[in-house]
């Protein structure tokens, strides 16, 4: 099997990788000692088509998939590994309203989180369960036209700064079949966050506590009652989890040939081992919706 990048993923690749020795590296010792959020910086990666690289293309998206996803995230990382890391968290609950939101939840909000007028975070992790979604204790009753959320979710990246939050609650009874997933809008009441993490590195994307109490939110928001388990884990949405895997193990390709670890020649770098070029193997993600459409993302990249 022939593992090799095709031209059009190459030349994604390449804009990746000019993209992130431009704007990413130059800066990441500074963001991260500042502890800078670059947001103006992840617009501009919103215009090279990298804040809806799995999106549809209806509302802007790049249609892309895994193999595409995969060589840019690494490349990014070898820029600014926190920076990329967001914007794969901001890419994946795009990705997540867009799939499995209703017509008009997604025309309300994909094309400004595909353009990165708003910011997105994904909200699975409690204090109390950490990442099992199918014991998460997050609850959604509802009571007529909204639900009522309260719990709290640990760990989230953007909190506090983000305009939209993908959040995992449980709408029914204990196990997976109750979990549902909801979007919540920064600004509703009984929404808020803890105090930003002290955190060892990856100081340039925030990190904290979302909190809610007594949070009303439409059921219009509902992106799947009974269906948020099978939105991060079943066969429609097993993407959601595949894609967190997916940037850690590309992410830290990249960010061995980082700027972090050239800041220290003693850190060993095994990315060094890599055969150059290969691709993630398409048997193992899948091009998944929009796969075959990296000709036309490789030219809508080169002319962004």
Known sequence: MDFALTDDQRAIQDAARAFAQAELAPHSARWDEDKHFPVEVMK????????????????????????????????????????????????????????????DLRARFVPDLVGMEKIASYCLTEPGSGSDAAALRTTAVRDGDCYVLNGSKAFISG?????????????????????????????????????????????AQPTAIVQFDDCRVPVAN????????????????????????????????????????????????????????????????????????ADGAARRVGHR
């Open 159 to 203: 909190a506090g700064t983000s305009d939209v939050y993908v959040v995992m609650v449980r709408t029914g009874g204990e196990g997976p079949k109750g979990v549902s997933a909801i979007v919540v809008e920064a600004g509703t009441p009984g929404l808020s966050f803890g105090a930003q993490e002290r955190k060892m590195g990856w100081n």
């Open 44 to 103: 501009q990666a919103a215009e090279m088509g990298f804040c809806g690289i799995y999106t549809a293309e209806e509302h802007g998206g790049m249609a892309l998939g895994r193999v595409e996803a995969a060589v840019i995230f690494e490349e990014l990382s070898r820029g600014d590994v926190a920076t990329a890391a967001f914007l794969s968290i901001h890419n994946m609950a795009t990705w997540m309203i867009d799939r499995f939101g209703a017509d």
């Open 222 to 293: 509902l992106l799947g009652e009974g269906g948020g388990f099978q939105i991060r884990h079943g066969r429609a949405g097993r993407r959601t989890a595949e894609h967190r895997r997916l940037f850690a193990g590309r992410g830290a390709t990249g960010a061995g040939d980082g700027p972090g670890l050239r800041r220290h020649p003693q850190a060993v770098r095994p990315s060094d081992r890599r055969v150059p070029g290969a691709a993630v193997p398409p048997g193992r993600y899948g091009d998944g919706p929009g796969g075959g459409a």
